[in-house]
């Protein structure tokens, strides 16, 4: 078997609201998918990490510079392809885009291997730990309008989230450390003193700013507090680490098990996040869990994106090791962006239902079954919403 063709599908729509996280404000949803042909017409599908034009970069990078070193390749030489690619970029780019774009090529390979012995991804990785994992709703995104109006919008939506069956809420913060905490406030406000919620800063803060807000969290009994600094500094992340009795969680901008090994050697996190879509595949994520559970580390995966992202992650998250282990293990659970979603909602010729299950299943969502990453994408749909840039 070989490697025919590898394309970029970048996807693109206008959402029915602007929103926004720390750093920016944003009025479309895209998506950047990887489809990987065979010559015995196996056909595998991945995600590549990175909005807007940064997906249009990326896709470049996928079509022009890696297709052309793996085509003819055998697919189920997974390990062989992924330090091809990255032995030759290596020179071009350790980190970043180079990356994003071999990590959707490489869950495109594994979602082949899968479907060439017709087992789903977790039975390849060694099998499932758990049938079902628990699933936390994030909503409270930030909007153009007075920090008094979203505190009141974001106790309403953080109510409605936990109403729907989540397991627990997450909320963006973003307007400085002072109306932050208010936002927080507003949070908990909404769900009460015994709903888990999260923080996620996307590394707004600076050292003594996230003190300040962390301090609040401790208050409010935030469960962690996502990337409140530069995922450089990893000094702060030590500081913070040591100084805040609220789980400090990060590691979505980290790439690679180079960039890990620094992350957990330096035990800034109590809670890590690698994004698979993003650190170099099914692959890499695969060295960096070990990486993480080598340091006690707990892990709950960063999801971001389409519905192939969402269903690779639940067949990882179905093959992690409980760390530790016992009769109640700790457990890791799906991240799942409750805002408006097209590329995860419409996306599969059989949608995974995120929302039905979570309300019918006290919060839990089943692992797919089928073979590779379990899911199938449906061709009219992707022809529908390609940007053509």
């Given at each position: 078997?070989?490697?025919?063709r ?10 029915p ?5 720390s ?8 998506a ?15 995600e ?12 470049a990078?996928v079509?022009?510079?890696?297709a052309?070193m793996?085509?003819g ?14 032995n030759l ?20 390979l594994w ?8 087992l ?16 936390y709703?994030?909503?409270m ?6 920090v ?18 989540f397991?627990a ?12 905490v208010?936002?927080c406030?507003a949070?908990?406000k ?8 999260m ?11 996230a ?6 969290l401790?208050e409010?009994?935030?469960y962690?507090?996502?990337?409140p ?10 500081e913070?680490?040591a100084?805040?009795?609220?789980n400090?969680s990060?590691g ?13 050697e330096n035990r ?9 879509c993003a ?11 070990a ?16 519905a ?24 890791p659970?799906?991240e799942?962006?409750?805002t408006?979603?097209?590329?995860r ?6 949608p995974?239902d ?11 969502v089943?692992?797919?079954g ?12 992707i ?6 840039a």
């Amino acid at each position: 078997m070989k490697i025919t063709r590898v394309t970029s599908h970048v996807l693109r729509y206008d959402m029915p609201e602007r929103l926004g996280y720390s750093q920016q404000y944003y009025a479309q949803r895209t998506a950047h998918l990887i489809e990987v042909e065979t010559d015995d017409g196996v056909t595998g599908w991945g995600e590549c990490f990175g909005p807007g034009t940064i997906a249009l970069a990326n896709k470049a990078i996928v079509e022009r510079v890696i297709a052309p070193m793996i085509v003819g390749m055998d697919p189920m030489d997974r390990d062989v392809i992924w330090h091809k690619v990255y032995n030759l970029m290596r020179d071009h780019g350790q980190k970043g885009m180079p990356l994003q774009s071999l990590s959707g090529v490489d869950i495109a390979l594994w979602d082949i291997a899968g479907k060439v012995v017709n087992l789903p991804l977790h039975k390849l990785i060694g099998g499932a730990h758990r049938t079902s994992v628990p699933c936390y709703g994030y909503g409270m995104m930030l909007r153009e309008e007075s920090v008094a109006a979203l505190a009141d919008r974001f106790t309403d939506e953080a109510a409605a989230i936990k109403d729907a069956g989540f397991a627990a809420t997450k909320m963006k913060v973003g307007f400085g450390p002072k109306p932050d905490v208010r936002l927080c406030e507003a949070v908990r406000k909404g769900i009460g003193d015994d709903f888990r919620f999260m923080v996620d800063a996307n590394h707004a803060y600076t050292t003594s700013d996230a003190f300040y807000v962390g301090r609040a969290l401790e208050e409010l009994d935030a469960y962690w507090f996502e990337e409140p600094i530069a995922p450089e500094d990893l000094d702060g992340y030590r500081e913070l680490r040591a100084g805040l009795s609220v789980n400090i969680s990060g590691g979505e901008a980290e790439f690679n098990r180079w960039g890990w090994r620094a992350i957990l050697e330096n035990r800034g996190l109590d809670i890590a996040q690698p994004e698979v879509c993003a650190l170099g595949g099914v692959s890499e994520y695969l060295r960096v869990l070990a990486l993480c559970h080598a340091h006690f580390t707990p892990v709950i995966n960063h999801v971001w994106g389409s519905a192939i992202a969402v269903a690779t992650n639940l067949q990882l998250l179905a093959a992690m090791p409980p760390l530790p282990g016992g009769l109640h293990p700790w457990e890791p659970m799906l991240e799942f962006d409750t805002t408006d979603n097209k590329f995860r909602d419409q996306l599969l010729t059989q949608p995974l239902d995120i929302q039905g299950q979570v309300k019918a299943n006290a919060g839990r969502v089943a692992i797919p079954g089928g073979p590779g990453i379990g899911v199938q994408p449906d061709r009219e749909f992707i022809k529908h919403y390609t940007w053509d840039a």
